[in-house]
């Protein structure tokens, strides 16, 4: 019989929901900040099988998380496509930007599989290491929010550099969204393959898009890549996250790539969220990161404010976003044991 998660996933409900969180491995846990100084850097650390596998199964063992996420990061597809990949301590990834039709002709058509395979081999490892009833994420980006990496080089305020490629020459953007889907659509068969029990498609930058543009550059692209695994695995289980997003859009994700479940950030009307799709999909999260931080009452009336607006519904109970590193470990334990009511 297989864990909560999972069962919440196809179709059952629970009083007590099942938990996980965004980054749950990651810099908040002194045990990540060790490994990941022997791995030497951070891709390394993603491409190591044995340490990534290590570091996902870290927060599994301190909390007893219901679903644990292969240690990863959305940025290994275009690398793994030939785009150079490097991290700059105490600033973030950057990548040589793919923006004009030269670079993105230098681009692959094919994963390199030396780097996918490091990815599938951690996750066989998590496999058979992961306690039975705890589930395993496979994950990759959406194609929009990895295209504003890839053409900016990294992070931006506000993804600028693709929202006016997109604008400005909408047939090379197309291109990329397209190579984007099919290198990211067997990526996610290949994680299920080695063991990813449900994969996530994370859409952190879907919130800036106006609603033509998010039809053409989230809602498409996802349901395309959700065809491709539906097609290589019928039964594939898929978790779509396009943060940020207005509820309609949210909706329309969802529904056309037929998801088993749906992550919102926490300016979601919860309440709205459990009307709308009511039994069609779960609805993942969706406690304010911040609330993690601030702890005490805080914290303990935000976690019930989310407990209490899903009760009754299909839910599983998430961070509206990613862990921050400042998070003190004693504020997780704080909302896990108060949503598990220990
Ligand atoms: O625990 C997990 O959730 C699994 C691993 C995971 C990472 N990144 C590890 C990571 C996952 C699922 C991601 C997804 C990811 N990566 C997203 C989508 C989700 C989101 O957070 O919006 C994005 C946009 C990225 C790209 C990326 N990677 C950024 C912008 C950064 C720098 C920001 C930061 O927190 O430092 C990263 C680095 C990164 N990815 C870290 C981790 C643990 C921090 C690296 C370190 O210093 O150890």
């Known amino acids: 019989m297989s864990g909560k998660f999972l069962r919440v996933l196809d179709g059952e409900k629970f009083d007590v929901p099942p938990i996980w969180m965004m980054r749950q491995a990651g810099r908040y846990l002194p045990e990540y900040r060790e490994v990941r100084a022997k791995a030497g850097g951070f891709v390394d650390l993603c491409l190591n099988p044995d340490l990534a596998s290590e570091v996902t199964l870290q927060?599994?063992?301190?909390?007893?998380?219901?679903?644990?996420?292969?240690?990863s990061d959305i940025l290994i597809v275009p690398y793994a496509l030939g785009a150079k990949l490097w991290f700059e301590e105490g600033e973030g990834p950057r990548l040589a930007p793919v923006s004009d039709a030269a670079t993105f002709r230098k681009l692959s058509d094919q994963l390199d599989g030396k780097i996918t395979e490091c990815?599938?081999?951690?996750?066989?490892?998590?496999?058979?290491?992961?306690?039975?009833?705890?589930?395993?994420i496979g994950f990759c980006g959406a194609p929009w929010t990895v295209a504003t990496y890839l053409i900016a080089g990294r992070g931006t305020e506000d993804q600028a550099p693709a929202r006016l490629l997109a604008m400005q020459e909408p047939e090379l953007f197309q291109k990329i969204i397209d190579r984007l889907v099919d290198a990211s659509?067997?990526?996610?068969i290949g994680q299920i393959k080695a063991g990813a029990d449900v994969v996530q498609i994370f859409d952190t930058w879907s919130g800036v898009l106006d609603p033509a543009s998010f039809e053409r550059w989230c809602v498409k692209p996802v349901a395309k890549i959700a065809g491709m695994v539906r097609a290589a695995v019928p039964n594939a289980r898929m978790i779509v996250f396009p943060k940020g997003a207005p509820l309609n859009g949210i909706e329309a994700v969802a529904k056309q790539s037929?998801?088993?479940?749906?992550?919102?950030?926490?300016?979601?009307?919860?309440?709205?969220?459990?009307?709308?799709?009511?039994?069609?999909?779960?609805?993942?999260?969706?406690?304010?990161?911040?609330?993690?931080?601030?702890?005490?009452?805080?914290?303990?009336?935000?976690v019930d404010a989310v407990l209490a607006d899903?009760?009754?519904?299909?839910?599983?109970?998430?961070?509206?976003?990613?862990?921050?590193?400042e998070t003190p470990i004693a504020h997780v334990e704080r909302m896990i044991a108060r949503v598990r009511k220990n």
């Open 119 to 136: 990815v599938y081999e951690a996750l066989a490892r998590t496999k058979a290491a992961l306690p039975k009833e705890t589930a395993l």
């Open 59 to 71: 927060p599994i063992r301190r909390f007893g998380f219901d679903a644990a996420i292969i240690f």
């Open 258 to 302: 037929s998801a088993n479940a749906v992550g919102v950030d926490w300016i979601a009307d919860r309440r709205e969220c459990v009307v709308r799709f009511g039994d069609k999909f779960v609805t993942q999260g969706n406690l304010d990161p911040l609330a993690l931080i601030a702890g005490g009452k805080a914290l303990d009336e935000a």
């Open 185 to 188: 659509g067997e990526h996610l």
């Open 310 to 325: 899903f009760k009754g519904a299909r839910h599983i109970f998430n961070l509206g976003h990613g862990i921050r590193k």
